[in-house]
């Protein structure tokens, strides 16, 4: 039998066979390929290829409900492969999906990846009202909150959980960071969050910078927009 590859768990990801899949990530599991790429570029490159044919309206939303069913599983196979860190604890952070969003396999990753790294994160879950982050930020007495939203319909909410901090004179307390497929860089400056990410990976050395803990010298490089949104903090910082 070949020797299974990140290639064919993507394939069997976006052509929702769901325990051909599974039965890829075992072996490839057993016969030692490397979590993080089966991670990123076998489920998450499927599930990518899922919302490609959903948005050319090859695939309805049947197979996008599909695409979580197929990817969740898997996911729960990788993640305890996946490289720990050493590091103590590093911060707390609380993260969920804002009002109206139901999508829960990016904040996860975010979550499980900021948890390898040291931090304590409160998972609060999908369409969680704005006032309920800041309420769970105080009660866990979090450093950073984590807002994820992947519809255009629903980012919106995210300058929302802001303004709620602003008026409540709490925006100085807890930093904001916002992630998810419709995201930008861009439209986190917008909104002032403190940061944003791209992808789980990078959302490690934006919240270690955020908390000021020290980034390790063979840090991912790919967080250049972090970079860029926190030089415009730094000075945003400064004026409040
Ligand atoms: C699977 C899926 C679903 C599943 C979700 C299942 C689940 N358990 O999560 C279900 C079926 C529920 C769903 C529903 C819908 N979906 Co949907 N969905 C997807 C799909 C295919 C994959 C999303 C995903 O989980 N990707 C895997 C993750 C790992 O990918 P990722 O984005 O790289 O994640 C990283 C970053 O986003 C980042 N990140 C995420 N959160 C956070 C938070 C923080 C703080 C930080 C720092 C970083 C961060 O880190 C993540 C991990 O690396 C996307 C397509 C796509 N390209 O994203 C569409 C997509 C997001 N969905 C879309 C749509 C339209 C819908 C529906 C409106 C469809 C409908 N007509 O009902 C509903 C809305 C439901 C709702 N109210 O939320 C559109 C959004 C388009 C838009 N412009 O708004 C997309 C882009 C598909 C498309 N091409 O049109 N969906």
């Known amino acids: 039998m070949d020797k299974v590859t990140v290639e064919a768990i993507k394939d069997a990801v976006w052509k929702l066979e769901k325990q051909k899949a599974c039965d890829l990530v075992?072996?490839?599991?057993?016969?030692?390929?490397?979590?993080?790429?089966?991670?990123?570029?076998?489920?998450?490159?499927?599930?990518?290829?899922?919302?490609?044919?959903?948005?050319a309206r090859e695939y309805?939303?049947?197979?996008?409900?599909?695409?979580?069913?197929?990817?969740?599983?898997?996911?729960?196979?990788?993640?305890?492969?996946?490289?720990?860190?050493?590091?103590?604890?590093?911060?707390?952070?609380?993260?969920?999906?804002?009002?109206?969003?139901?999508?829960?396999i990016g904040y996860g990753l975010v979550s499980t990846q900021l948890e390898l790294n040291g931090f304590k994160v409160h998972k609060i879950g999908i369409n969680i009202p704005s006032m309920q982050f800041i309420e769970k930020a105080q009660e866990f007495g979090a450093d950073i909150i984590g807002l994820s939203a992947f519809l255009v319909t629903t980012i919106p909410y995210c300058p929302e959980v802001i303004a709620y901090l602003q008026d409540m004179g709490l925006r100085d307390r807890y930093?904001?960071?916002?992630?998810?497929?419709?995201?930008?860089?861009?439209?986190?400056?917008?909104?002032?969050?403190?940061?944003w990410a791209l992808n789980a990976v990078s959302a490690v050395p934006l919240c270690r910078r955020l908390v000021n803990k020290p980034l390790a010298a063979n840090a991912p490089k790919d967080w250049w927009a972090n970079e860029k949104r926190l030089a415009g903090a730094g000075q945003q910082g400064a004026a409040r």
């Open 26 to 55: 075992q072996r490839g599991l057993a016969e030692g390929l490397d979590p993080v790429a089966m991670l990123q570029q076998g489920v998450i490159a499927g599930l990518q290829v899922v919302g490609e044919k959903f948005g």
């Open 60 to 104: 309805f939303l049947a197979e996008l409900v599909m695409g979580g069913k197929v990817s969740e599983p898997c996911i729960e196979l990788i993640t305890p492969h996946l490289p720990p860190s050493t590091e103590g604890r590093a911060g707390t952070v609380v993260i969920g999906a804002v009002t109206g969003d139901l999508h829960t």
């Open 175 to 195: 930093k904001v960071i916002i992630g998810g497929t419709e995201t930008t860089a861009a439209k986190a400056e917008a909104m002032d969050a403190d940061g």
